[in-house]
T-cell receptor, first 114, second 114 residues
């Protein structure tokens, strides 16, 4: 079946460095992607999204890049802070029609060292 | 910040008990979802609803049941809890239509069945 997966299960960075979290997806029909952040003991929190008609989208300290050719998604966090420590999930969806379900990847644990 | 609530946050019960996990949202979203998540693992969709009186089973088989009598309320029930039901249960909702299917999550209920 179709799936979304992450290249790295864990990532450890120094405070102030930039972080890059990667995600591969296999459903070429997916046209909407979301990054979620999940802190320990909490529900996933929306960070940023991107539609397939874009290659890049920027938010506050975060940037999402989409490479449709190789079906790859990445989340870049600038000047990583201890509060960024969490598990990050990518999710995909095929918008339109009657399918409103998201397919989630396995998650990457980001640890920020002070 | 999404207005979606789950109660209880933590629940420890004995085998064989009937339990209901509550989920409410105040955003008027027509679509709601239940996910099961083990610690450090991916999210698995167990139930979803696209509107009042509409419920569907998700991708992961679950012995739980759901109901959707009111737009804002989507409770999940386990008739007879077992230790294998020990997990975190996350509720989410998303709005009607539009090109994006962003789901907003509640804080989760951590269930432990002894």
């Amino acid at each position: 079946g179709e799936s979304v997966g992450l290249h790295l299960p864990t990532l450890s960075v120094q405070e102030g460095d930039n972080s890059i979290i990667n995600c591969a997806y296999s459903n070429s029909a997916s046209d909407y992607f979301i990054w979620y952040k999940q802190e320990s003991g909490k529900g996933p929190q929306f960070i940023i999204d991107i539609r397939s008609n874009m290659d890049k989208r920027q938010g506050q300290r975060v940037t999402v890049l989409l490479n449709k050719t190789v079906k790859h998604l990445s989340l870049q966090i600038a000047a990583t802070q201890p509060g960024d420590s969490a598990v990050y999930f990518c999710a995909e969806n095929i918008s339109g029609g009657s399918n409103y379900k998201l397919t989630f990847g396995k998650g990457t644990l980001l640890t920020v060292n002070p | 910040e999404a207005d979606i609530y789950q109660t209880p946050r933590y629940l420890v019960i004995g085998t064989g008990k009937k339990i209901t996990l509550e989920c409410s949202q105040t955003m008027g979203h027509d679509k709601m979802y239940w996910y099961q998540q083990d610690p450090g693992m991916e999210l698995h969709l167990i139930h979803y609803s696209y509107g009042v009186n509409s419920t569907e089973k998700g991708d992961l088989s679950s012995e739980s049941t759901v109901s959707r009598i009111r737009t804002e309320h989507f409770p999940l029930t386990l008739e007879s809890a077992r230790p294998s039901h020990t997990s975190q249960y996350l509720c989410a909702s998303s709005e009607r239509g539009g090109p994006r299917n962003t789901q907003y999550f509640g804080p989760g209920t951590r269930l432990t069945v002894l």
